[in-house]
RNA sequence: GCGACCGUCGCCAAGUGGUAAGGCAGAAGAUUGUGGCUCUUCUAUACGUGGGUUCGAUUCCCAUCGGUCGCCCCA
């Protein structure tokens, strides 16, 4: 019998990594609520629907890489894709726009797409995003940009990139599509095969080709930026200025599109260049039209979206400390044993960290399991103590070993607090 | 969806057409209530799975599943 396993491009997210997983979102919820950005929590499946008409059907996302599927009512729907979709929707069907003016909102949750799985790829994979909904201030497109780099840098992540542009409204872009393949057409024949495809199925994404020949012909292409309406390069400028106010560096990258269809003016992209070829690690920008595309009132918006797995693959890069055990109660008897488990759960509700070692083997190798468990105390009962109601408390770190009533030590757990976080701060100079 | 490489114990890893080294981790003991060192012993009827070739395959071939890298695309 061949044992059952993960899909292709899920997995499991074991205890040894999920301090990595707990910090980030640590560190995100504290950055979002900090900013005044409230968590939402929308269903991991929506009506296909959604995101034929949210995202653009001609798009990768949607054409072939959705897992769709009826259910027995049979209707079509789909485990979502990507997190704005669903938080746009939320947002028209509970009115939120009715609660004043900007909503901002975040979110952290499992995303689905059905790709050939690499290194920071899988089916199942998990982001962090931002929405700000409801304002078209360039300050609401600096500010989501700003916190962005305010989490990648708390997490400490160095080394990245941020490339910045701006792909107009979208008449700007309909101006620029009909420039780009006027000039591309001529070319037509010594394009890469995907940019030939895409001449007329979506011409931008011919920007970002990574065939060498393609570019070279890109390179005297007309430029976005060259088309954009005055109040489009008006707006561009000023988030640009804003950036360069806050601090935040950036490069303009005038060949910057991104695979969704629902993005006006503002892109971004935050890549990192130890991550192989998927170097993206946080991707967004502005999406004015996306809330009437699906129903709701005219509402500009901005977000972004981070993957998870890419932040926590760079982070392992460098090695995060684990949270310490305070606590390795070893016993043997009867009566010790017993008591080591209610003493146990006393040191638990005074909030210590306690483990309790099972095996019922021999002192020796019990000690063994306490010295590895990285505790720094180390309590023991034995016939001796459980007779008196005492326990012998060893210090791993020196081997020193004191008796104390249990009752006295349960009293005095501030005393002992203070000892083990002292213990702990010695070995342990970073955090 | 396309191309390439890879798949031997929980982890790392050697190996050969003739029947599976080693290291780490784990367990037991040296040490009947005291750890981190040391020593001893144990831990793969089996080399992802299924077929085929062969007297015989973990080693060759095919398929399949999975991983990695690149393309596509994207977080």
Known sequence: ????????????????????????????????????????????????DLFERGIGEATDVVSK???????????????????????????IEHHLHAQGSAQRLWYLGP?????????????????????????????????????????????????????????????????????????????????????????TR??????????????DILQS????????????????????QLLTDLGVSYRINPRLVRGLDYYTHTVFEIQSDDLGAQATVCAGGRYD????????????????????ERLILLLQQQPLTGSALD???VSRGKQAEAQALRLAQTLRQLDFSVE??????????????????????CLILGDAEAETETVQLKWLKTGTQESVAQADLVATAHKLRQRITAEQAAEQPVS
């Open 1 to 48: 019998m061949t044992a059952i396993q993960a899909l292709r491009g899920t997995r499991d997210i074991l205890p040894d990594e999920i301090i990595y997983w707990q910090h980030v979102e640590a560190v995100a919820r504290r950055i979002l609520n900090r900013a005044a950005y409230r968590e939402i929590r929308t269903p991991i499946f929506e009506q296909t």
């Open 202 to 215: 979506n011409p931008l994404r011919i920007l970002d080709s990574k065939d060498q020949r393609t570019q």
């Open 65 to 91: 890489e959705m897992y769709t599927f009826k259910d027995r009512g049979e209707r079509s729907l789909t485990l979502r894709p990507e997190g704005t979709a669903g938080v746009v929707r939320a947002f």
């Open 327 to 329: 606590i390795y109660l």
């Open 289 to 308: 039209g996306l809330v009437s595309e699906l129903g709701g009132p005219e509402t500009p918006a901005v977000g972004w979206a981070s993957g998870i």
């Open 356 to 377: 309790l070692d099972l095996s019922g083997s021999a002192f020796g190798k019990q000690f063994k399991r306490a010295d590895r468990s990285g505790a720094v105390l």
């Open 111 to 199: 995303m689905f797409r059905y790709e050939r799985p690499q290194a920071g790829r899988q089916r199942q994979f998990h982001q962090i995003g931002v929405e700000v909904l409801g304002s078209a201030d360039p300050r609401a497109d600096a500010e989501v940009i700003a916190i962005a780099t305010d989490l990648l840098q708390t997490l400490g992540l160095k080394t990245l990139r941020l490339e910045f542009n701006s792909i107009g409204d979208r008449d700007d872009r309909q101006h620029y599509r009909q420039a780009l393949v006027d000039y591309l057409t001529p070319f037509k024949e010594d394009l890469d095969l995907d940019s030939q495809d895409r001449l």
């Open 221 to 240: 292409a007309p430029s976005m930026l060259n088309f954009l309406s005055p109040a489009s390069q008006q707006r561009f400028e000023q988030v640009q």
